[in-house]
């Protein structure tokens, strides 16, 4: 069984949008603590959005203003929308997910679900 699935992703030229998607089971998808990560080539793995309660959110200061994280608890579905998207963007995305408060689920990153990721790819 797949937990996390993601898609939506692909090749787009800077200034372009993409809007990722990440379908959840049951037992994966949460209502509490989601999150966006992205990896790079070469580069250390960076939580890039997050969201609490369907409400609260985080992103990092590479991604904001740019990017916005959401989700449909009925579809049990998360969004990450990304817009004005430059080359250094390009990297494997990743969901995951946990039932956490909101200390830990902004503080931590070792969430006990993942996604297999989705390739953005950005060129210039």
């Known amino acids: 069984q797949v937990d996390l699935v993601e898609s939506g992703g692909g090749s787009v030229q800077a200034g372009g949008s993409l809007r990722l998607s990440c379908a959840g089971s049951l037992d994966a998808y949460s209502t509490y603590c989601m999150a966006w990560f992205r990896r790079a080539p070469g580069k250390e793995r960076e939580r890039v959005a997050l969201?609490?309660?369907?409400?609260?959110?985080d992103y990092a200061d590479s991604v904001k203003g740019r990017f916005t994280i959401s989700q449909d608890n009925v579809k049990r579905i998360l969004y990450l929308q990304m817009n004005s998207l430059k080359p250094e963007d390009t990297a494997m995305y990743y969901c995951?997910?946990?039932?956490?408060?909101?200390?830990?689920?902004?503080?931590?990153?070792?969430?006990?679900?993942w996604g297999q990721g989705t390739q953005v790819t950005v060129s210039s």
């Open positions: 969201i609490f309660s369907g409400e609260r959110t």
């Open positions: 995951a997910s946990d039932d956490r408060a909101w200390d830990s689920c902004h503080s931590r990153v070792d969430y006990n679900y």
